[in-house]
């Protein structure tokens, strides 16, 4: 029991003594003037695919989700509608 209590007043110690900081420790270089010439030069390539591979994939991405989800929509409603019609063609019998 002594073992632990010294470890955790060693620790107390150890924290103690360290000094707090709100800053970063890690600095990084300010790229913000590079993005903004890269962003704002006229080659003909839109704003949202200049980002790289990466905007690249997540447009397409998008694209294949959003036409995807369009023409599925599409043929889950013509099949429910399909469906209804079936139904809607056999009437149940009256006992």
Do not use: C, W
């Not at 900081?21 to 010439?37: D, G, I, P």
């Not at 023409?71 to 139904?87: K, R």
Request: hydrophobic content about 40%; charged content about 20%; overall charge positive.
């Amino acid at each position: 029991m002594a073992e632990v209590q010294r470890y955790f007043s060693q620790a107390l110690r150890q924290i103690g003594q360290r000094t707090i900081s709100t800053t970063s420790r890690m600095h990084f270089k300010n790229r913000v003037a590079e993005k903004q010439k890269l962003f704002q030069e006229e080659d003909g390539i839109p704003v949202y695919l200049k980002g790289g591979i990466v905007d690249v994939i997540l447009y397409r991405a998008t694209m294949i989700l959003t036409v995807g989800g369009k023409a599925f929509g599409m043929f889950e409603g013509a099949a429910y509608a399909m469906y209804q019609l079936a139904v809607a063609s056999f009437p149940k019998k009256q006992d």
